[in-house]
DNA sequence: TCAACGCTTCGTTTATCATCAAATAATGGA
DNA sequence: TCCATTATTTGATGATAAACGAAGCGTTGA
């Protein structure tokens, strides 16, 4: 088989695997950016998680996306700039009025939402940034990858927000670790300490939770604490 | 159904229209701007006519291509430019080698080939538009679309070449008429005045037949003929 | 260690599609 | 008018693929 050969058989293949409508909407949802997991994309693809592993499998085949990282969750995100400048050729020639999709990233959750139990988006990195060069947070020696130490000076900032340390300490869960933003693609407060810090936020009324989302809105009284307890200066 | 679901359903047909190898060689070989009958385009698709014919009729569907005249032959063309860009972008994905094919008109076929019995391409279009503008063709008011008289001036100009007008005049097929050349876009002379001409053409060496192809190579001296006898400056 | 959860793989059913040969339609020329 | 050329439609067949439920695998937290 001749090189051009190949290159037909390539580009029909990439274009079958993008010929299906469910995998047009996972590969949709995925233009903003951010990665996603194989159960979210189920639900946007609208079939069930295993119909969408599959599709998934084969958008992965044809390199259009790339998992993005193994463990409890796994990351689903375009492969490349070049997957969507194709999706937008070629949805210019589908008439739809969607090809101004690049920056959609739905702003109200960019910004601060939950990741769990713990708090994610452009605050929770501004958070997990400005505790660590506080000296806060010290990376953890015993091996477990991407985990956290508090060190006394961390301990006694926390204690005057009002964090009972020994208490989450005792709870049978990780403790403190590096939890991977996949939209901000930087990392946040994860484990008992970040659901901690959550737990605070909404209890001092610095953020409330939007009912049935993810979102978090941080509250003007939240932004003054935040500027002065933590020094960040919001938006 | 919303306009998001329409346009996913859309996109997910076109692309599903340009998934399948013997379509995407129809694509790629029309991408030179040329049109193509359907046995053309059967051949470059390595399928039978019949099979060709479901193809380009999806492709259709689908306003990937056009049919763009309607008579004995029926010429097939891509439908815009967008086409084009969307099977670059895929192709770029397919890793190909084949994304800077937009002017890959074979130059050899684009001046000078057969059109049948007679000249096709640049220099077809040329003596076409020549003979016009010398006033030796005019159009014939009989009803038959697209049909030519040749004027007592053109009787004698031919003449003088050495094309026998009467006997040219009682073949029993078309005499002269404006002969549709989808590569150059603008008409050649067809009819059995065409075939005279390119007759004359080859027995007086103005120009050569390569063997196995449409290709005609145009002499030196031929090219001095054009210039003196048609006042043609080519190339 | 176990239980829960998220995700993937397997097996089956159903539907779509690519292919060709044969039949049909349309056109131009004799 | 009829014939030759060209193109499309139809019908049969085999292959591919989409969908789901059930079962399996691996990680996390109790």
Known sequence: MDAEARTDLALSRIAAAI????????LYCLLDGHART???LAAVAEVTPSTASVHLNRLRAERLIKLSAIGKHRYYSLQGGEVASALEALSVLAGGTRHKFVPSAPVYLRFARTCYDHIAGTL?????????????????????????????QGAQGLQTLG???????????????ACMDWSERRAHLGGAMGAAVL???LKRKWMVQEVGTRALSLTSFGRREMHTRFGLQLE
Chains 1, 2 share one sequence.
């Open 199 to 201: 737990k605070l936020a």
């Open 124 to 152: 929770g990195v501004a958070l997990h940034d400005r505790m660590k060069s506080l000296g806060w947070l010290t990376e953890n020696s015993s091996g477990h990858k991407n985990a956290y130490d508090v060190s006394h």
């Open 38 to 40: 194989s159960t979210e």
């Open 163 to 177: 964090i009972d340390l020994v208490a989450t300490r005792m709870l049978h869960r990780r403790f403190a670790f």
């Open 19 to 26: 010929g299906e409508a469910a995998r047009v909407r996972i």
